[in-house]
């Protein structure tokens, strides 16, 4: 008898902008893996980190927005609809406890894993994950690295994108950049060293699994590969026009020649601190 509360978790905790969106999309068509309708629950982080992050206002929100006005009733498969709106109605529940987490997951049918991609969850403090785990048949967590100074520009673009005040671009001084890009909800992002301390201390090795947004696409089906061979799942034939698209992306605009000077010695020490817990970092790496 199964007495675990999850049973086979997936998680990928991938910094923002470094290809998390991509992966969600493709690992979405292979069969043994199930996702909920929304990509990012972030549960563990409002658990473990910010207890008034999954609020009400936030819910309601996702589900207007994301859910409930967003087929074309000429064309929507009422099967679908039904599913989706079963699932809307467990997000919306209460209390957000671990009960509420597994219930996103009732829709698995034969699936091997749930699957959860929240960056957020990068920020879960170590002592948590072995707890996490403890409540799972088996845990698998994986976190994705990109360029560090290439990931600051554009997750700053893309901020400013999604919030309407891509103007800023043109308008900031080098003072206001900086001032902007070491706001926690954008420097946090960077701090890889600090996650992968997290991550050795509180997930067994074979719970957990690194890789960097640049080998990832310079040999696709090689890294999603590894990825099915680290959850145990059968090989499956993406299609290729699937590998080619591009997701969110930021807005094409030049770095600013001031950027990576302004950064220069946080990249040094961030890049120093992934080698020191013995990744080799891309050849890009080297070069801003």
């Known amino acids: 008898m199964n007495n675990k509360l999850f049973s086979n978790l997936f998680l990928s905790i991938g910094a923002m902008k470094a290809g998390t969106t991509w992966l969600y999309a493709v690992l979405e068509r292979h069969p043994e893996l199930h996702f909920t309708p929304e990509k990012e629950l972030h549960y563990f982080y409002h658990r473990y980190v910010d207890n008034s992050y999954l609020n009400e206002k936030r819910r309601l929100k996702d589900a207007k927005d994301r859910y409930l006005f967003r087929y074309d009733p000429e064309k929507a498969n009422i099967d679908r609809i039904r599913a989706n709106l079963h699932w809307v109605s467990n997000y919306l529940n209460s209390p957000l406890d671990d009960f509420w987490y597994r219930n996103l997951f009732q829709l698995r049918d034969h699936q091997v894993w749930a699957c959860d991609f929240s960056n957020l969850h990068a920020f879960v403090p170590e002592a948590a994950w072995p707890r996490i ?156």
């Open 133 to 288: 785990s403890a409540d799972c048949e088996r845990l698998r967590v994986l976190y994705t690295m990109r360029h560090p100074l290439k990931r600051l520009w554009s997750h700053t673009k893309f901020h400013l994108q999604l919030t309407g005040k891509l103007h800023l671009l043109d308008e900031w001084t080098a003072g206001d950049y900086e001032t902007f890009v070491r706001l926690p909800h954008i420097w946090d992002n960077a701090e890889y060293g600090a996650v992968l301390r997290r991550m050795k201390s509180g997930l067994k090795e074979q719970e957990r699994m690194v890789m960097f947004y640049e080998d990832l696409h310079a040999d696709q089906r090689g890294t999603l590969a590894r990825i099915e061979e680290f959850l145990g799942v059968a090989p499956f034939q993406y299609p290729q026009p699937l590998l080619n698209r591009r997701f969110t992306e930021s807005a094409s605009r030049p770095m600013p020649d001031f950027f990576a000077k302004l950064f220069a010695q946080d990249i040094e020490r961030i890049t120093h601190e992934v080698e020191t817990e013995g990744f080799v970092v891309p050849k890009e790496w080297q070069s801003h």
